[in-house]
């Protein structure tokens, strides 16, 4: 993350993002998006989850949900869609970290 932060005028502390003109999300969600990264972003998902901690891959549950709203509402009309609809029709580009992040919560 060092060596690809500045590019992003990422503020790290501690190797992790912190405070600057980008949200912690914003700057993990960048992060995220750099090829150079994926093998440390797997090691760190695998690391933390071992720990209680899941790390999503695009760097937040908003860009995994695409345009499904993180409220009641968004909430209620995504299940009501998973009762009639496979989640891999709902989330062609994420069912699988989706359906990780279940695996990993019940497991």
């Given at each position: 993350m060092a060596s690809i932060a500045p590019t992003h005028s990422i503020i790290l502390n501690?190797?992790?993002p912190?405070?600057?003109?980008l949200s912690?999300?914003?700057a993990f969600r960048l992060l995220a998006r750099e090829a150079a990264i994926q093998t440390n972003?797997?090691?760190l998902k695998e690391k933390m989850q071992a720990v209680?901690?899941?790390v999503w891959t695009k760097g937040t549950?908003?860009?995994h949900l695409g345009g499904?709203?993180?409220?009641e509402t968004g909430w209620a009309n995504f299940n009501a869609r998973l009762e009639t609809e496979?989640?891999?029709?709902?989330?062609?580009n994420d069912h699988l970290e989706i359906t990780d992040l279940v695996t990993w919560l019940i497991s």
């Open positions: 501690a190797g992790w912190t405070n600057s003109s912690a999300a914003d972003l797997a090691s209680g901690i899941y549950i908003e860009d499904i709203s993180k409220n496979n989640l891999n029709v709902i989330l062609p």
